[in-house]
Nanobody
Framework: QVQLMESGGGLVQAGGSLRLSCAAS????????MGWYRQAPGRGKQRDMV?????????NFLDSVKGRFSIFRGNARNPIFLQMNSLKPEDTAVYYC???????????WGKGTLVTVSS
């Protein structure tokens, strides 16, 4: 069983930066892809993929964050990070860490961390 916990969210002015961390308890070795999703205010329960990184290192980004956000791997305890630069008010959302075990068909989620970008 994998449990994920995000940290690093907060209030920042437009143009600022934040780094989100994802802490994992339990092994993520069986997960194929890890990533960050966000749920913006007023969009119900819809979560958009912000950035993902596969076991082989392939990365994907939401078009609106390309060139501003980067995702990178850490160690077993903190397997992924999201570096967010040049933040915009429209980046305001709850950000979730996700790990996918495609063999078992299981998605693991953290509880989210709130990022608020003021204009």
């Amino acid at each position: 069983q994998v449990q994920l916990m995000e940290s690093g969210g907060g209030l920042v002015q437009a143009g600022g930066s934040l780094r989100l961390s994802c802490a994992a308890s339990g092994s993520v070795d069986n997960t194929d892809v890890m990533g960050w999703y966000r749920q913006a205010p007023g969009r119900g329960k819809q979560r958009d993929m912000v950035a993902s990184i596969s076991r082989t290192g392939r990365v994907n980004f939401l078009d609106s964050v390309k060139g501003r956000f980067s995702i990178f791997r850490g160690n077993a305890r903190n397997p992924i990070f999201l570096q967010m630069n040049s933040l915009k008010p429209e980046d305001t959302a709850v950000y979730y860490c996700n790990a996918k075990d495609t063999v078992r068909g299981v998605d693991y989620w953290g509880k989210g961390t709130l990022v608020t970008v003021s204009s």
